[in-house]
């Protein structure tokens, strides 16, 4: 059975979505977000480092390391693209096209947009750090505006934002 476990940001709520020990996705914080019902078991140890990543990623510090496991959602393609979408550093941006490159099939812009959209890790997986070729920002699960507060906050940290090559 799934459960939630919320977490509180300037941006809103997001979510914690587990079954048993395992942590099966994550809801970004948004106005226009689904709201969950909390869970009301205890909240299990093996998730505060999770937990603690995500308050301290919205607090304007870095992201703890993405486990591996969050890799194993798709196929080979997605999981390399997964792979260098994590390596993105903060404050920096690659376009579609980019990360298509990266992933050894160029002119596959298109199924890395459907990665980034599949994406149940955000932002553990940085799926906000991809944008498009001409620099507009594209879509994001958690909205464009929560997007373009993710980037702003990483690029306004720091570092000046540059654009990070494959």
């Not at 969950?36 to 909240?43: E, I």
């Not at 553990?124 to 909205?143: K, L, Q, T």
């Amino acid at each position: 059975m799934r459960r939630a476990f919320s977490f509180q940001t300037r941006f809103g709520t997001g979510w914690l979505h587990y079954e048993g020990e395992r942590l099966v996705a994550t809801s970004l914080p948004s106005v226009t977000g689904t709201c969950y019902t909390p869970s009301t078991a205890s909240f299990p140890a093996t998730f505060q480092a999770y937990h603690d990543a995500l308050l301290n990623y919205f607090e304007n510090s870095r992201l703890l390391a993405c486990p591996a496991v969050f890799f194993e959602q798709g196929s080979g393609f997605r999981a390399e693209v997964y792979r260098i979408v994590t390596g993105i550093p903060w404050g920096h941006t690659l376009s579609y096209s980019e990360v298509a490159a990266a992933a050894g099939s160029p002119g596959a812009a298109r199924a890395v947009g459907s990665a980034m959209a599949a994406n149940r890790f955000a932002p553990f997986i940085p799926c906000h750090r991809v944008i498009h070729s001409n620099g507009s920002i594209g879509e994001y699960g958690g909205g464009i505006t929560l997007k373009k507060a993710l980037l702003e906050m990483e690029a306004n940290s720091n570092k000046p934002p540059r654009r990070t090559q494959p």
